[in-house]
């Protein structure tokens, strides 16, 4: 079972907006710190946001002000809303979730599969 499944990525003109979401499923006992990284071939995977149970956001200074995180908890899901995008906002976006099953007393990180974002120019 895949704990983290991903949607929304897709091709959009500069200026334009998308919607990530990032589903959790299986048996959980608790879903801590959630967020989302992006990756660039021949470059290092980066968090561009990170939202904790409570709801308290942070951003990479890139994206700051046309991202938006959030997290709905009765549906085990956080979301990415990406607006204004950039050429350079292209990459591989990737979710995270600090998770803890049932069957384990701790949790651990977990990655979606990733989905392509490209922002043509």
């Known amino acids: 079972q895949v704990p983290l499944v991903e949607s929304g990525g897709g091709l959009v003109q500069a200026g334009g907006s998308l919607r990530l979401s990032c589903a959790a499923s299986?048996?959980?006992?608790?879903?801590?710190?959630m967020g989302w990284y992006r990756q660039a071939p021949g470059k290092q995977r980066e968090l561009v946001a990170g939202?904790?149970?409570?709801?308290?956001?942070n951003y990479a200074d890139s994206v700051k002000g046309r991202f938006t995180i959030s997290r709905d908890n009765a549906k085990n899901t956080v979301y990415l809303q990406m607006n204004s995008l950039k050429p350079e906002d292209t990459a591989v976006y990737y979710c995270?979730?600090?998770?803890?099953?049932?069957?384990?007393?701790?949790?651990?990180?977990?990655w979606g599969q990733g989905t392509q974002v490209t922002v043509s120019s």
């Open positions: 939202i904790t149970s409570g709801g308290r956001t």
């Open positions: 299986g048996s959980i006992s608790s879903i801590y710190a």
């Open positions: 995270n979730a600090d998770i803890r099953f049932t069957t384990s007393s701790r949790s651990y990180s977990y």
